[in-house]
């Protein structure tokens, strides 16, 4: 059985920083890409991020520049690197495994498996 759990989030000001970890079992994590998503209050899912087996990355560009996403294969952990935090970034964050193995792919319909996703306020 594939189980995605997120942990890390929280409450931080804005142009802070958090880091988002996914630990992930029930498959061979190494030679899937795996991605981040998010759902802010009252919208629809948006993709954030994805790494492949391979290690390519790839980042919407509401976010490029400030996360950086990461894995850690011996761990079966994913990662989410989150800097100069903005309000508009307040959502849940979910992780997710990919269908694909080394195409960093943006549609979400190219994931198969969520985590129930960690909570992320940015907010004075």
């Known amino acids: 059985e594939v189980e995605l759990v997120e942990s890390g989030g929280g409450l931080v000001q804005p142009g802070g920083s958090l880091s988002l970890s996914c630990t992930a079992s029930?498959?061979?994590?190494?030679?899937?890409?795996m991605g981040w998503v998010r759902q802010a209050p009252g919208k629809g899912l948006e993709w954030v991020s994805v790494?492949?087996?391979?290690?390519?990355?790839r980042y919407a560009d509401s976010v490029k520049g400030r996360f950086t996403i990461s894995r850690d294969n011996a761990k079966n952990t994913l990662y989410l690197q989150m800097n100069s935090l903005k309000p508009e970034d307040t959502a849940v964050y979910r992780c997710?495994?990919?269908?694909?193995?080394?195409?960093?792919?943006?549609?979400?319909?190219?994931?198969?498996?969520w985590g129930q996703g960690t909570q992320v306020t940015v907010s004075s």
């Open positions: 997710a495994k990919s269908t694909r193995r080394t195409t960093a792919s943006v549609k979400l319909d190219d994931y198969d498996y």
């Open positions: 029930g498959f061979t994590f190494s030679t899937y890409a």
């Open positions: 790494i492949t087996s391979g290690g390519v990355t």
